[in-house]
């Protein structure tokens, strides 16, 4: 079971240089969320889908760009990367709707650092 | 943005020992979750709490849903050196979307033998 799948693990950019990491889900979820953790301050919802073609922002979405074409993928785009964007990044897909469809799977994450 | 108070932010406790960490919040969840998320991994949900004042077991692990609807603890009794890791507590506000969690900071557990 592949469940939630990030590429790549490890990334180092330049200040400035465009990147997108990929996520895929195979559970046939409605809702894809990416989040970045920083130390000391929890996991904090970058931009979220609630169904293919249809994304909306979180709590930090500024350097970030989304698209849902399909329901399995949902990449996430750095145009211009800076080093404040140094973190790590995680991709998750919930069912939806009420209750247990709540419940979201994590993928293992993608550890960025921007020189 | 919305806080969640986690803590205390980490513990070094003695294998065979209980261990509890409790969230609290501002406003009002209609879900907490517990989550464990091990060195180079990410978060796996432990237990999920949907009413005021459940209280959920899984193994080891108890958490309980807070009656007020803003608070949950997470208690792990007789530990042992696998429960290391950081413990985050997740929230649902009421008008948020299931994609739309907040995460505490985290407790970081350490087990010695």
């Known amino acids: 079971n592949a469940g939630v799948t990030q590429t790549p693990k490890f990334q180092v950019l330049k200040t400035g240089q465009s990147m997108t990491l990929q996520c895929a889900q195979d559970m046939n979820h409605e809702y894809m969320s990416w989040y970045r953790q920083d130390p000391g301050m929890g996991l904090r919802l970058i931009h979220y889908?609630?169904?293919?073609?249809?994304?909306d922002q979180g709590e930090v979405p500024n350097g970030y760009n989304v698209s849902r074409s399909t329901t399995e993928d949902f990449p996430l785009r750095l145009l211009s990367a800076a080093p404040s964007q140094t973190s790590v990044y995680f991709c998750?897909?919930?069912?939806?709707?009420?209750?247990?469809?709540?419940?979201?799977?994590f993928g293992a994450g993608t550890r960025l650092s921007v020189l | 943005g919305q806080q969640l108070n986690q803590s205390p932010q980490s513990m070094f406790i003695q294998e065979g020992e209980d261990v509890s960490m409790n969230c609290t919040s501002s406003s009002i969840f209609n879900t907490w979750l517990w989550y464990k998320q091990d060195p180079g991994e990410g978060p796996v949900l432990l237990i999920a709490?949907?009413?005021?004042?459940e209280l959920t077991s899984n193994g080891r692990l108890t958490a309980q849903f807070g009656i007020t609807r803003k608070d949950s603890f997470l208690n792990i009794s007789a530990s042992i050196p696998s429960d290391v890791g950081i413990y985050f507590c997740?929230?649902?506000?009421?008008?948020?979307?299931?994609?739309?969690?907040?995460f505490g900071t985290g407790t970081r557990l350490q087990v010695t033998l």
């Open positions: 709490l949907y009413k005021a004042g």
């Open positions: 889908s609630v169904g293919a073609g249809i994304t």
């Open positions: 997740a929230g649902q506000l009421r008008t948020g979307t299931a994609s739309k969690l907040t």
């Open positions: 998750a897909s919930s069912r939806g709707s009420r209750g247990s469809g709540n419940i979201q799977y």
